[in-house]
């Protein structure tokens, strides 16, 4: 059974303080991604990684960075949280692109900073 | 510029008759095509999807269309149950491995 996990299902972190979200996959799959779910807004991509040591800008990078230091997991760190960054956090891996890849999420990190 | 749009943010239909979620796209890239399916406070799961080389993938309750020309896709579910009810995310994939793109979603709400 294929296993996207993240490291906290609920967080509240107070505004300046540096918050890691960590995302864990057991599929060996080369690509991982962070999105963020706000209501009206969809799912936005913030920062993907098609390899160890390696990160791309999504859509909305502006004050998040990301690790990827093992296959397995992809990291989300904001340096310094603030109000505007609290949503529903979705990391998500795919063994590939086309129709042989399918994209599978972990459950999520509802994130509140106040 | 949103490369996938679900116009509708909402629909509401009854328990046992037909739901249709409509997805629009623009680009012409875009071969590979998903319907996902989200619960609140949950994941989003993979519910169907479809290559541009066919117009139509079923799956029990769940079919989707695709009308090439028109860059438009449609998801199907007959007959609808109270469970449905959820947001459906329609996305796109063009190869070369770029990310999926998503559209914001429709929140469907199936009324027993």
């Known amino acids: 059974d294929v296993k996207v996990t993240q490291s906290s299902r609920y967080l509240v972190k107070r505004t300046g303080e540096k918050v890691f979200l960590e995302c864990v996959q057991d599929m060996d799959h080369e690509n991982m991604f962070w999105y963020r779910q706000d209501p009206g807004l969809g799912l936005r991509l913030i920062y993907f990684?098609?390899?160890?040591?390696?990160?791309e800008k999504g859509d909305i990078p502006e004050g998040y960075s990301v690790s990827r230091e093992k296959k397995e997991r992809f990291s989300l760190i904001l340096e310094s949280a603030s109000t505007n960054q609290t949503s529903m956090y979705l990391c998500?891996?795919?063994?590939?692109?086309?129709?042989?890849?399918?994209?599978?999420f972990g459950p999520g990190t509802r994130l509140t900073v106040t | 510029d949103q490369q996938v749009k679900q116009n509708s943010p909402s629909l509401s239909v009854q328990e046992g008759r037909i739901s249709i979620l409509n997805c629009d796209y623009t680009?012409?890239?875009?071969?590979?095509f998903l319907w996902y399916k989200k619960y609140p406070a949950e994941g989003p799961t993979f519910l169907i999807s479809?290559?541009?080389?066919?117009d139509k993938n079923e799956d029990g309750r769940f079919t989707v269309f695709l009308n090439k020309s028109a860059k438009h896709l449609s998801l199907h579910i007959v007959p609808s149950q109270p469970g449905d009810s959820a947001v459906y995310f329609c996305?796109?994939?063009?190869?070369?491995?770029?990310?999926?793109?998503f559209g914001k979603g429709t929140r469907l709400s199936v009324i027993a």
């Open positions: 996305a796109a994939d063009a190869s070369g491995n770029t990310p999926l793109v």
């Open positions: 998500a891996s795919r063994g590939g692109s086309g129709i042989l890849y399918e994209q599978y």
């Open positions: 680009n012409s890239m875009f071969d590979y």
């Open positions: 990684s098609y390899d160890v040591k390696m990160k």
């Open positions: 479809i290559s541009s080389i066919k």
